[in-house]
T-cell receptor, first 110, second 115 residues
């Protein structure tokens, strides 16, 4: 049973469109991380959000942590083919213990 | 700079055989993690070492799995005997403990197939 539920499971959009991925949990985490994983590689950390209500921007990516620190969202503006990949959220406890969601596979068509 | 190095990248073995996966963490990192990724269960933490000492092995599936870290630059994950349900991608990650949330750097993974 996964502690973190991600939705949607799959997302296919045209280049230039926007997309949002959601990550929800019934548990509270000390922080939450988002990763991107490409085929044949390990996950790569994109961002860590720590404070409830926090919003972080990384170029065209916007990450939000819910006020209760149980949910988060990732929004990509004007998606590009290079954004294609598996996006994983992970709740963090005790500074090291990551509990991953199942992931959202994003495909951006040129 | 070299990232986390894992070997082999691919392993195909038969049920009942012993499998050993290897990991070299990033130099200077004092925490090492082994994860398993499957379609059914996603990415799961198997074991966490800090300063070469196992701290949390609650994710190790059963006695067939064992992990060692004899020094700061090398770790192994061993499965004996292997079973088809052990087929998965196994990742090693390392981090430098010190911050509020320490960034874990993942290796490229070992794809294990048990026939």
């Amino acid at each position: 049973t996964q502690l973190l539920e991600q939705s949607p499971q799959f997302l296919s959009i045209q280049e230039g469109e926007n997309l949002t991925v959601y990550c929800n949990s019934s548990s509270v985490f000390s922080s939450l991380q988002w990763y991107r994983q490409e085929p044949g590689e390990g996950p790569v950390l994109l961002v860590t959000v720590v404070t409830g209500g926090e919003v972080k921007k990384l170029k065209r990516l916007t990450f939000q942590f819910g006020d209760a620190r149980k949910d988060s969202s990732l929004h990509i503006t004007a998606a590009q083919p290079g954004d294609t990949g598996l996006y994983l959220c992970a709740g963090v406890n005790w500074g090291y213990k990551l509990s991953f969601g199942a992931g959202t596979t994003v495909t951006v068509r040129a | 700079d070299a990232g986390v190095i894992q070997s082999p990248r691919h392993e195909v073995t038969e049920m009942g055989q012993e499998v050993t996966l290897r990991c070299k963490p990033i130099s200077g990192h004092n925490s090492l993690f082994w994860y398993r990724q499957t379609m059914m269960r996603g990415l799961e933490l198997l074991i966490y070492f800090n300063n070469n000492v196992p701290i949390d092995d609650s994710g190790m599936p059963e006695d067939r799995f064992s992990a060692k870290m004899p020094n700061a630059s090398f770790s192994t994950l061993k499965i004996q005997p292997s079973e088809p349900r052990d087929s998965a991608v196994y990742f090693c990650a390392s981090s430098a403990v010190g911050g509020v949330t320490d960034t874990q750097y993942f290796g490229p993974g070992t794809r294990l197939t048990v026939l």
